[in-house]
């Protein structure tokens, strides 16, 4: 309590105390002035005696009944101020502490983009739109037939502004939007912004949630509704209502037990605020008086809307439902102003009894309840008969959907990122929206793909574990993740924290870091695939081999990075030193200490799945790396920006050295290590495989244009899993990329690059009919000058270079 | 002769303008404003003229953020441009808009990197590549870096001479 707050309580207390002592004081000089004269006209001195002896108990007995009164009065008048602070103390801060409110990306849709109609489905499904047989009416509501849909979109407000809702057609061909235009006016609509999907709070330890309303959001037949079930006479009373207590006392006597209730809406906020819902006698009498206070500090609108955002509505697991805007959405999965007459008796029928009436698990109870909520409102007028039949009528239509946090991964990710901004207790209790990157289509997918590859790829211990993280090309923002092969369980979120050996995803840093040097090398360069020996300075030999366990005499880069030889690689990493490649990767956007070891050269280096997408990024974007970020925007409780995570970029590498890398990249994708993507993806992409030392883990890297994945599995405890980076994540990649919109990967080079026929032995100019010559990119400049003379294929292998 | 003629009197106006910017701190403030004005008058039609053909969707959205970049709003600009970037992420005039606003938001480093981005989806668009030199000069400037600058102008002179 602070010294303002214990000022307005002793202000008023003190005043009372000066006044009674005031009193007191008065009738004691009085009294003590009346004694001395009756004292002298007393009559005989015994009689005097006992008669002064019962006097003298009788005016002991009227001071202690006087103190007792003065007392009491004083007693309840402290009392009675000390809930008057309590009443206002509590609604003159803030009410509530409002959890963030996390979203997810929201869905842009404009002629032109590549959508399917089931990822239309499904996000329409997730924001709970209701599909209807006809032209949508009301915002939240959609027609869909063939490829065709008719949308009325929501209002909401985004960090740019408002976006108003709009009634929209939607004509999809080829999986492309073909079509969009305004139903009314039949123009077309360049651009339709649905509102974000809610994806979980972050919660204060009370697990309290709601959305706060103001009362002008509320409709009117809401108000009314409520008023005329809870509390008829709630604008005329002061906050209890004699009648109402007297009839309810009248009604639970002839019942012989409680069967009505005489409380005003002012006493239920009361009780729901400052009150336990025991039923004694006390409790009542505080109620009552409570609610007196309420009315004389606050006029009836705020103590309405009060109450419509405290009451409890029911429990989502360790969240609490509070107020109708929140239950709105809980059940219904609409704004209030969205609700039908029959679904806003079912809410109200829920103030009675949350958990008894609650529609999702006790639907036959909550029907009767909103049956009679609708008889009530009918029976006052507010609608007529047949109007109450037909919404009697109507079958009890509850949001099945789980609205726990559905990805715990992801949220995770926003609340890291979040804690260095903001105080994690704001974040609990400041109502922020938070706009994140998440693409909820992109994640199911993701999580789809795990589910249905993992029991393939594990048939016996069901201890495989997964990470997947992929991210938008150009932008940097992380589009879904998953950290468990559990995806919504929300433990070790091993996309983040699992740092395991990265294997040959590291070949394409060592060769970049090579290529860099466009003078010394190029993907024409001539590496050594012989026996390498090492011995480390504690006289540990090192030797590396290739997984085919063979050795392939001299080959150039392009072949070495293709069919990802370990020993070409490490001889050049080893030519390079340490401080290339680390810098080649600082480039990349990432700052890991590499330890002084050779095998860092075959991925004997420690990185999550995350870091890996944030390389990998920079190569998908020819070296402008962006930093991965998963919020977009902060907005306060009031919808005002607070904050943008703003794009950003940054080229350090260099865009030629690494245009060659892709080039090899997508190459690997076609007839490399990743040769089994060619099947089944109908666009060109591009990546690398990595497996560690004794199949700890099976990595896969790659990229289209516009999206980059990661996937990673392995044991926790480090056993081998026996897959490869191909059999194994690159398994799980390819279903994640067969089932959302992707473009194939850029593979027009810019103006530094000239293609060159070079003979594949030799690394020397070659002609594209001579046996062995292959056409690779080179940076201006570095390609070969020398040529190796063309030694003419056979027809048929003449013939195979022209089918490629 | 006619867009030669064009493309030499912006970029002249344009150094012109660019090479009196330390002493631009101290003019008044109404000269500064209006200074402002031709800038992005300026850079507004280089945008317009070189402007691939976008989608609906891309050529709305910056539309927007032109309009929220005359009156100054550069953050809901900047969102705007997100947006339309995240549509078609080789947009290279939005990139340039987004160099734009990183200089007046007195960011110079992230100015160069938006103009060099917007640079390398630039493909033929000389006019839309001396803008981005520009301002690349310009943060330059800013940041104080000597070399940034000459190797901006080498880049200028280049263009200009196409």
């Known amino acids: 309590m602070n010294y303002r707050t214990a000022g307005r309580i002793i202000r008023p207390v003190s005043f009372i105390i000066g006044r009674l002592k005031c009193c007191f004081i008065k009738s004691v000089t009085r009294r003590k002035s009346r004694k001395t004269p009756s004292r002298r006209k007393s009559a005989p001195r015994k009689k005097r005696k006992q008669g002064s002896r019962s006097l003298a108990n009788a005016r002991s007995t009227k001071r202690a009944v006087g103190w007792i009164v003065i007392a009491s009065v004083l007693v309840t008048t402290l009392y009675v101020l000390w809930l008057d602070y309590r009443v206002v103390d509590r609604f003159a801060g803030r009410l509530w502490s409002i959890p963030a409110r996390v979203y997810a990306r929201p869905l842009e849709l404009y002629e032109g983009k590549k959508i399917t109609v089931a990822e239309l489905l499904f996000e329409l499904n997730r924001l709970d739109y209701q599909n209807i047989s006809q032209t949508p009416d009301k915002p939240g509501r959609f027609h869909h037939w063939a490829n065709h849909f008719e949308i009325k979109t929501r209002t909401f407000r985004f960090s740019d502004g408002e976006e108003q809702s709009k009634e929209v057609r939607i004509d999809i061909k080829r999986s492309t939007i073909s079509a969009l235009y305004d139903l009314q006016t039949r123009k077309a609509v360049p651009l339709v912004r649905l509102d974000p999907v809610y ?51 009248i009604a639970n006597i002839k019942a012989g037990r409680t069967v009505q209730g005489g409380s005003t809406i002012t006493q239920q906020l009361v009780k729901n605020m400052f009150l336990t819902p025991d039923r004694s006698l006390w409790r009542k009498l505080n109620e009552a008086i409570m609610a007196v206070l309420l009315e004389l500090h606050y006029d009836k609108q705020q103590i309405l809307e009060t109450y419509l955002n405290e ?15 929140l239950a709105s959405d809980f059940y219904f999965g609409k704004s209030l102003d969205e609700l039908d007459l029959d679904q806003m008796a079912v ?37 007529s008969a047949a109007q109450a039949d037909y919404q009697k009528s109507k079958k009890l239509v509850v949001t099945s959907r789980n609205k726990r946090a559905l990805y715990p991964a992801f949220v995770n990710l926003v609340q890291r990122q979040l804690t260095r901004d903001y105080d994690p207790e704001d974040l609990k209790s400041e109502g922020l929206q938070i706009f994140t990157t998440l693409d909820p289509f992109i994640q199911h997918v993701t999580e789809q793909s795990i589910r249905s590859t993992l029991p393939i790829l594990d048939r016996h211990t069901n201890e495989l574990q997964v990470a997947a993280v992929v991210t938008s090309t150009d932008s940097g923002e992380v589009l879904a993740i998953v950290g468990d092969r559990n995806p919504s369980y929300a433990g070790f979120n091993r996309a983040l924290d699992a740092k395991r050996h990265i294997g040959s995803l590291m070949k394409p840093v060592v060769y970049l870091a ?25 006289r540990k030999i090192w030797e590396p081999e290739n997984y085919d366990k063979a050795y392939h005499g001299d080959v150039i880069m392009y072949e070495a990075l293709l069919k990802s030889y370990n020993i070409p690689v490490a001889r050049l990493g080893l030519e390079l030193g340490l401080s290339r490649i680390a810098e080649t990767l600082r480039q990349l956007g990432n700052s890991t200490v590499l330890p002084p070891y050779p095998s860092i050269t075959l991925g004997a280096v420690d990185m999550s799945p995350f870091e890996i997408a944030s390389i990998y990024q920079t190569f998908a974007t020819n070296g402008f790396h962006s930093p991965l970020r998963s919020v977009r925007a902060v907005l306060d409780s009031k919808g005002m920006p607070l904050k943008r995570y703003q794009l950003d970029v940054k080229r350090e590498s260099d865009p030629a050295a690494i245009e060659l890398i892709n080039f090899v990249l997508h190459k690997v994708t076609q007839s490399g290590t990743a040769a089994g993507l060619s099947d089944g993806l109908d666009i060109d ?65 810019s103006e530094d690059i000239r293609w060159v026929w070079i003979d594949q032995e030799t690394g020397l100019l070659s002609d594209k009919h001579c046996e062995n010559a292959v056409e690779l990119p080179f940076i201006i400049g570095s390609e070969p000058t020398e040529s190796a003379g063309c030694k003419a294929g056979s027809p048929l292998d003449w013939l195979k270079k022209i089918l490629k | 002769m006619f867009r030669r003629l064009c493309l030499a009197a912006t970029a002249g106006l344009l150094i012109g303008q660019l090479a009196c910017a330390p002493a631009g701190y101290q003019k008044r403030e109404t000269e500064a404003v209006s200074e402002k004005a031709t800038t992005l008058a300026m850079a507004t039609q280089t945008w317009q003229r070189t402007s691939a053909s976008a989608l609906p969707a891309v050529e709305d959205l910056v539309k927007q953020a032109d309009s929220q970049i005359a009156s100054r709003n550069f953050d809901v600009a900047a969102d705007k441009l997100e947006r339309a970037l995240r549509i078609s992420p080789d947009y290279a005039p939005a990139w340039s808009r987004m160099a734009h606003i990183a200089l007046n938001e007195a960011d110079p480093s992230r100015a160069i990197q938006m103009a060099k981005r917007s640079n390398s989806h630039a493909a033929n668009a000389v006019e839309l590549k001396l803008l981005n030199w520009q301002y690349i000069r310009k943060a330059s400037q800013m940041l104080g870096d000597t070399d940034g600058v000459l190797n901006a102008d080498k880049s200028i002179n280049i263009l200009q001479s196409l």
Request: aromatic share 10%; charged share 25%.
């Open chain 1, 311 to 325: 009451v409890y509505l029911g429990q989502d697991a360790e969240r609490a439902i509070h107020g109708f805007g």
């Open chain 1, 347 to 383: 809410l109200i029928g829920m103030v009675k009894g949350a958990s008894y009436y609650n529609p999702v698990r006790n639907p036959q109870r909550s029907t009767e309840r909103r049956n009679i909520v609708i008889d009530t409102i009918q029976m006052y007028g507010l609608i």
């Open chain 1, 514 to 538: 090579a290529l860099r040097q466009k003078d010394k090398y190029t993907l024409g360069t001539i590496l050594s695939d012989t026996r390498l020996r090492i011995e480390g300075e504690d």
């Open chain 1, 685 to 749: 992409v591009a990546g690398k495989t990595g497996t560690s030392d004794e199949l700890y883990d099976s990595w896969f890297a790659g990229f289209s244009s516009d999206k980059v994945a990661v996937v990673w599995l392995g044991f926790d405890d480090q056993r081998p899993t026996g897959l490869t980076g191909a059999s194994g994540a690159m398994r799980v990649w390819k279903r994640i990329f067969r089932g959302i919109s992707a473009s194939s990967v850029r593979q027009a080079m």
């Open chain 1, 199 to 249: 994806v979980t709070g972050i919660f204060p330890a009370h697990g309290e949630d709601r959305i706060l309303l103001r009362l002008d959001d509320v409709p009117d037949m809401f108000k009314q509704m409520l008023v005329m079930v809870e509390d008829r006479r709630f604008y005329q009373h002061f906050g209890i209502d004699i009648k109402s207590i007297a009839r309810a006392l």
